[in-house]
Nanobody
Framework: QVQLVESGGGLVQAGGSLRLSCAASGRTFSNYLMGWIRQAPGKEREFVAAITWNIGITYYADSVKGRFTISRDNAKNAVYLQMNSLEPEDTGVYYC????????????????WGQGTQVTVSS
């Protein structure tokens, strides 16, 4: 059974930082991209960032470039999202996702989803 389990969300003031973690289990993700997709209240889901599991190529939405950093730890089967200079517009539920193509994840769609973790940025 494939599981993606997020942690690390919370409440932070604008300008602050949070680090999200995603623990993956249940299958090999070596030919997948792992990423983060978020959904703000009343809005559709949007792609945030992704990384290829094998060689670590990264992709970012324009809105988070320079502020967010995605990374992975192959030994721990974990993916991380370091979020700095947070803005109220970053508020939403952040989902860990796994897909084979970056085009898929940018739709955004995913083969596998986590349950989500809430990030709230106060102004």
């Amino acid at each position: 059974q494939v599981q993606l389990v997020e942690s690390g969300g919370g409440l932070v003031q604008a300008g602050g930082s949070l680090r999200l973690s995603c623990a993956a289990s249940g299958r090999t993700f070596s030919n997948y991209l792992m990423g983060w997709i978020r959904q703000a209240p009343g809005k559709e889901r949007e792609f945030v960032a992704a990384i290829t599991w094998n060689i670590g190529i990264t992709y970012y939405a324009d809105s988070v470039k320079g502020r967010f950093t995605i990374s992975r730890d192959n030994a721990k089967n974990a993916v991380y999202l370091q979020m700095n200079s947070l803005e109220p517009e970053d508020t939403g539920v952040y989902y860990c996702a796994a897909a084979k193509l970056i085009a898929t994840m940018k739709i955004p769609r995913s083969d596998y989803w986590g349950q989500g973790t809430q990030v709230t940025v106060s102004s």
